[in-house]
């Protein structure tokens, strides 16, 4: 059907970048809305960034200034550039996207998320 696959993720210091990628595959018909989400051990699940396939984006108020979500729509990708990471930026963080996906007699929608990559900031 649809999967998402998360990429990226590891252990970097204070101040440090990562790149996060994310690609879907499958039998999709259409993907609109890309997400990164993120979650801290013993914290509720939150949206970080959000973007659509016309290029419109938004972010969370604790990563404004400091991420950047980025799509290659025709590989169905989408990435997450972390800048000046902080140790409170450690988290795992999850891709999701609603996807029109191809079935026997038309198509479906869908609610995908990744497994998640986890990512640590620490010295």
């Known amino acids: 059907q649809v999967q998402l696959v998360e990429s990226g993720g590891g252990l970097v210091q204070p101040g440090g970048s990562l790149r996060l990628s994310c690609v879907a595959s499958?039998?999709?018909?259409?993907?609109?809305?890309m997400n990164w989400y993120r979650q801290a051990p013993g914290k509720e699940r939150e949206l970080v960034a959000h973007s659509t396939s016309g290029g419109y984006k938004s972010y969370g108020e604790s990563v404004k200034g400091r991420f950047t979500i980025s799509r290659d729509n025709a590989k169905n990708m989408v990435y997450l550039q972390m800048n000046s990471l902080k140790p409170e930026d450690t988290a795992v963080y999850y891709c999701n996207a609603p996807v029109q996906y191809w079935s026997g007699s038309g198509y479906d929608v869908g609610n995908f998320w990744g497994q998640g990559t986890r990512v640590t900031v620490s010295s």
């Open positions: 499958g039998s999709i018909f259409n993907i609109n809305v």
